[in-house]
């Protein structure tokens, strides 16, 4: 449940970052040219990155929360001295 409410709130951000996005490539590409390429190019491919993004993150929580003993199982302790 917590995984299906974290991908619905990033799916909730996907909208204004991509238009942010946009904005931020126009404001601030050194040339209008440049400016004018990036953001065409961020139209185009922006959708399909942001979903890969997501889904990316949630692989990484859906990872993290699959580790019931903590992250350092397995790994010795080099300072420890008996």
């Known amino acids: 449940m917590f995984l299906l409410g974290f991908f619905i ?13 946009i904005y931020v490539m126009i404001a601030y590409s ?6 004018l390429f990036n953001s065409i ?12 993004l997501i ?3 949630l692989k990484l929580l859906f990872e993290l929360c699959a580790m ?7 790994m010795v302790d ?3 001295e008996e």
Request: hydrophobic share 50%.
């Open 78 to 80: 080099e300072l420890y």
């Open 55 to 57: 889904l990316l993150d």
């Open 9 to 21: 709130f990033e799916l909730m951000l996907l909208i204004p970052v991509y238009f942010k996005n």
């Open 30 to 35: 050194p040339g209008i040219f440049t400016a």
């Open 68 to 74: 019931h003993q903590g992250c350092k199982v397995g």
């Open 41 to 52: 190019r961020w139209v185009v491919l922006g959708p399909l990155y942001e979903l890969l």
